[in-house]
T-cell receptor
Framework: DAGVTQSPTHLIKTRGQHVTLRCSPI?????VSWYQQVLGQGPQFIFQ???????GRGNFPDRFSARQFPNYSSELNVNALLLGDSALYLC????????????FGNGTRLTVT | AQSVTQLGSHVSVSEGALVLLRCNYS??????LFWYVQYPNQGLQLLLK??????LVKGINGFEAEFKKSETSFHLTKPSAHMSDAAEYFC????????????FGTGTRLQVFP
């Protein structure tokens, strides 16, 4: 089975622009979560979506938004990009059962110049 | 609130030596605990998890971790390091009700010398 797939793998944007990152979960997984990993730090939770509804949100500004589609894939949108948004954005999926671990994709490397 | 502290941002060992990566947690409720590994330019791969069953947890690639409630620790060990173990290791905690919302430590980079 295919793992979690993310696109694009790399992206370069200018300050003030908008970006959309995409994620396809493992087949059968209905929960998708997004994490931001700044260089040299651990991942930070941004959003969780389950059955197309937001189930959790981390401490990120309203410039960050996400949605989940009927096929359980997901998009992360970031508006008005800042230099500090440069990071590896990781998508993870799970069947959302207690104790079931997250399965991560390889991430999208976003560079804001 | 839950949190995780990883002691030592860098750990270096010789090939064949014991690997010990430290993780202490803070949680007001019984936690679920995880260790993930990240190789360069890749996502995170689950090594092992503790979900309130056996306190000694065995994972992939010969790694294991022991949950010690009295010490609020979940240290990761491997008896004999291999060159392929060189990577970044992250400890993470979650509340039992939502294991999709992980709180990660800052990571420990493991170097293995021949």
């Amino acid at each position: 089975d295919a793992g979690v797939t993310q696109s694009p793998t790399h992206l370069i944007k200018t300050r003030g622009q908008h970006v959309t990152l995409r994620c396809s979960p493992i087949s059968g997984h209905k929960s998708v979560s997004w994490y931001q990993q700044v260089l040299g730090q651990g991942p930070q939770f941004i959003f969780q979506y389950y059955e197309k509804e937001e189930r959790g949100r981390g401490n990120f500004p309203d410039r960050f938004s996400a949605r989940q589609f009927p096929n359980y894939s997901s998009e992360l949108n970031v508006n008005a990009l800042l230099l500090g948004d440069s990071a590896l954005y990781l998508c993870a999926s799970s069947p959302y059962n207690p104790g079931s671990p997250l399965h991560f994709g390889n991430g999208t490397r976003l560079t804001v110049t | 609130a839950q949190s995780v502290t990883q002691l030592g941002s860098h750990v270096s060992v010789s090939e064949g030596a014991l690997v010990l990566l430290r993780c202490n947690y803070s949680s007001s409720v019984p936690p679920y605990l995880f260790w993930y590994v990240q190789y360069p330019n890749q996502g995170l791969q689950l090594l092992l998890k503790y979900t309130s069953a056996a306190t000694l947890v065995k994972g992939i690639n010969g790694f294991e971790a022991e949950f010690k409630k009295s010490e609020t620790s979940f240290h990761l060990t491997k008896p004999s390091a291999h060159m392929s173990d060189a990577a970044e290791y992250f400890c993470a905690v979650s509340p039992p009700g939502n294991t999709d919302k992980l709180i990660f430590g800052t990571g420990t980079r493991l170097q293995v010398f021949p």
